[in-house]
Structures are given as C-alpha cells and as structure tokens.
C-alpha cells in the first residue's frame, strides 16, 4: 500500500500535470532579431527583420477617440478646420478651398461660441467618456478575430491621451483626470492581444492657424497650440528636442508597446536627424524587454526609412501587387471619418473583408478603425460590422492568419488604385475577382464576390498550373463538385449554401 506521502505526492504530480494541459497558448513574441543592440546608423538597422508574430497577425484594430469626438460633425481635422476662416484643404480629395472657410469653422461658432473665447482647449472637458469600459471594448476586440490592438496616443491636437511628464496637456490632467491609454494598453495586453501606439504629433507644429484673434495666438497655450509660429514654417529644433522627440520616448519607455505606428510628417526633412535615433531606440527597447517590435511609418513624399528598417503603411491604400516585404493598410470603417461623427458613412462588412483578403493575398495585413463616440460606446453600426469580420474569421481564420502569399496573389479585373488616400478611387470586388494565399501546405482560393449563377471559374488553377486533389468548402459539411482543365477549374457552388461575404476554398494539391 501506498503511504499518505506518496499519495499526497502523485496528486501534486497530476495536478501539475492537468494544470500544464488546460493553460491556453500565448502569442510567440519571443525575440529572433539577433542584433545585441542596433546603432543609429542604416548598416546596423537594415539587420532588423519584421518579426514573425506580426506577420501571422494579419488584422488588428486601429482606435480613434478623443476630444475631436466631442464635436460630433467635421472631426477628423476639428482641431484645425475650426480655425480654418480664410481656406482649408479636403483631406479626402486633397482639394484647396482659398478664401472660404471650413464648415466646421462656422458650426463651432454656433454650437460652441467664438474661438477668441471657447477654443479647443475648452472642447476637452466636455470629453466626458462616462460609458468607457475598456475591459468590453478588448472583448469585442477579440470576437472580431484581431489579433493586435493600437490605440492613439496622441493626435496631431498636442493632446495626450496618457499620463505626460511633458505637456500639462494630457488626459490625466485635463479632461476626464485618467490615464486613457493606460487603461487601453492593461487590458489589451491582459486579455493576450498585441498592444501598439500610435504617434501623430509630428504635425501639430504646423497643424493649428494661429491668430491673435482666437486663443491659438495666445502664448500661454503653446504646450497645446504649438508655439507662436508662421503656419507652413520649418518645424523649429527646439520644438524637435524638447517636445516631439521626448514624448516620443515617453511613450516607449512608459507603456512599452510592440508596435509603433506614425503619421505623416515625420517624413519631412526636419525630422531627419531623428530617423535612425527613433528606429534604433524603439528597436532596443524591445530587446530589453526580450521581444521583437515593430516601427510602422508611411514614407509619405520623402524616404524617411530604407527598405528593411522598418515595416511599410499605406493609409486608405492597398497594394495592386505582391510586394516581397510584408506591410499594411490603415483604414477606417468609414468612408469619411476616422472619429466619429453622426454622418459616418459606414463600409459594408463585405467590403471589409473583401478588402481584408485582398490585401493578405498580397503580403499584408489590415489595421482597421473604430470611431467611439465622445461617452466611450463603440456604435452599433460599428459593433456589428467587427462581429461580422469576427464571425467569417472563425469559420476561415486557417486561410487569414499565418498564411502568406502564393505565387500569384489572384486573378479578376478589379486592380487596387496606387497612391495616398487613394481608397476612394477603387472600384468595387467583381464574382470574377478571386485571391489565394497559402497555409500548411494548403492553398486556400477566396471568391471575393460570389457568383450568382452558382458557378464558379478560376482561370488559374488549370492543369498546368496545378494539379487538384480534393476541394474543400470552409464552413460547408458537404462535398463540393469541380471539374479541373487546361483551361482552369469550375467549381459547383453547393445549393444549400448559408454562408455570407466571400467564400473560401481548401485546395489539396
């Protein structure tokens, strides 16, 4: 007979045991990129290498909130448009309006008063954020299938969104009194998503019309407004070095985010000087924690980075070829907003994820946006389109995540328009329009579009170039009819379909 030791003994072990078996797998973001530390110089940046979990990642969440949402109209640029008396520019046609004010400059007049008197200073306060529950935002985060969260940190308005020892400006000071990013960033990293930041400051140097007739010209608000400046002049050095670049760090060295993502007008040759520092500094700072991170930047009209330093965004843009470095679209819900506004015009959960393959099929990922409203609730409109995305990706994640691209990334006559907010512009996916990637030895073909007459043709995939075993229908129990020739394959889609958006097909070769 056993003892009681020993008994006591064996059901520790097999504790032990069944306590190892049940601990979910967390996401591998140990480092790979072997440099002991990188050197502000481009030889020893061009040894970085975009890790691999960000790479399996494939879709994340881009969050716009703040005191812009306040307004409700206008809010993508509200902080600069509500100055804009004399001429503005469409940020969506890139269209300049000289001599005629923004709507929004009229509308903040008449819902909020004169900007001599209640400027975008007095805006924040009324950032209440009463229903903010971060813990239920990561949750729906998390159904919607993505795999990364980046919150921002701040915006081209000067104001953080996080505790600064910088600028009085900041949410744990003025405004709702808390620290917001700290609470996004605890539970996003909590509930095992990949947390990131997003960086827009660079801009605001030239981003408000300072006049002495609104409180822009006011000095005493230079930490918010920038200081007094002529609009369009060179960003100043000292701004640089006491402003931009040490909240830069504050953000990597207080929240330690695995992503970086920037906006433009870091391109620009001011910020020259700070490229390789920015890039080594948020290189090694992953080290020390043991991970690899990742340094997002447009390169928008000037090369701030060289090809292999860092990863590749393109905003409201996609690819219209397989690029050989992996990169990503930033893009919004809506079609005309980043933060909410009560005329959001919503895209089409189809599109998304329409859009969400093609870039995929191409070597990329998609960083999409949610707008919340000033109170802290995420729309419904826009709750149920993530839900959407979540529930197709449950079904045809294997094709999604830690795939990559095939030899070709697709074949259809609908091509992704080239250039910056260049979205607007694309025509919409056609039943002709297929995208493959690859996974486990898989090929995994996408209809984008359905074909209403049941059939569908992929020109590709004929004899010689491939030779198919067995098709497969994601989501569908059944068998699935095809017939494979020189002049491609036809496949018989099943009658008693229930499945929504695009289709995807399991392809043994």
């Not at 981003?207 to 200081?227: E, K």
């Not at 079904?395 to 691209?405: D, H, K, Q, S, V």
């Amino acid at each position: 007979m056993k003892t009681v030791l020993q008994k006591i003994t064996i059901l520790l072990l097999f504790a032990s045991f069944v306590a190892c078996k049940v601990q979910p797998k967390k996401t591998e973001q140990t480092t790979v990129n072997k440099a002991v530390t990188y050197e502000e110089n481009w030889e020893s940046l061009k040894k970085y290498k975009i890790p691999k979990w960000m790479k399996d990642a494939k879709f994340g969440i881009f969050i716009h909130w703040g005191p812009n949402s306040v307004a409700e109209l206008h809010t993508d640029w509200y902080p600069r448009w509500m100055y804009s008396d004399k001429g503005h520019i469409n940020t969506q046609t890139g269209e300049i309006t000289e001599g005629k004010s923004h709507p929004a400059y009229e509308y903040h007049k008449q819902k909020f008063g004169d900007q001599k008197d209640f400027g975008y200073k007095d805006l924040i306060p009324l950032w209440t954020m009463e229903n903010f529950n971060p813990a239920e935002w990561v949750k729906l985060f998390k159904e919607a299938g993505a795999q990364y969260v980046i919150p921002v940190a701040e915006h081209h308005d000067g104001y953080a969104l996080y505790e600064s020892s910088i600028t009085p400006w900041n949410s744990a000071k003025i405004g709702p009194k808390y620290d917001v990013f700290k609470a996004l960033a605890d539970e996003i990293k909590k509930q095992g998503l990949i947390f990131g930041a997003s960086s827009h400051l660079a801009f605001n140097y030239n981003y408000y019309n300072q006049q002495d007739y609104f409180d822009t010209g006011n000095p005493a608000y230079a930490d918010l407004y920038a200081p007094p400046h002529k609009l369009g002049d060179s960003v100043s050095k000292e701004w640089l070095a006491k402003t931009w670049w040490p909240r830069t760090k504050e953000i990597i060295d207080k929240y330690q985010p695995d992503i970086l993502w920037f906006d433009f007008y870091l391109d620009r040759p001011e910020f020259v000087p700070y490229h390789k520092k920015l890039a080594a500094y948020m290189y090694n700072s992953g080290i020390k924690r043991g991970k690899d991170v990742v340094l997002q930047t447009k390169n928008f009209n000037f090369e701030s980075y060289p090809k292999g330093t860092h990863m590749f965004d393109l905003e409201r843009s996609k690819s219209d070829k397989i690029l050989d470095e992996y990169w990503q679209t930033d893009t919004s819900i809506g079609k005309n907003s980043w933060y909410y506004a009560k005329n959001w015009i919503p895209k089409t959960s189809q599109e998304l994820i329409a859009d969400l393959v093609d870039i995929v099929s191409k070597n990329g990922c998609l960083l999409l946006n949610i707008g919340p409203k000033k109170d802290g609730t995420i729309p419904e409109d826009q709750k149920k389109t993530l839900l959407d995305i979540g529930k197709w990706l449950k079904l045809n994640g294997e094709a999604i995540y830690g795939a990559t691209y095939w030899k070709v990334f697709g074949e259809g006559p609908t091509k992704a328009t080239q250039g910056h907010l260049a979205e607007s512009k694309d025509k919409k996916f056609t039943s002709e329009d297929i995208r493959f990637t690859q996974n486990n030895g898989n090929l995994y073909a996408f209809s984008l579009v359905p074909p209403a007459n049941g059939k569908l043709v992929i020109k590709y995939l004929n004899s010689a170039n491939i030779n198919i075993k067995s098709i497969e229908l994601l989501g569908y129990k059944g068998k699935v009819k095809f017939i494979q020739s020189a002049k491609g394959t036809i496949i018989t889609l099943p009658k008693d379909l229930d499945l929504n958006y695009t289709l995807v097909f399991k392809i043994q070769k």
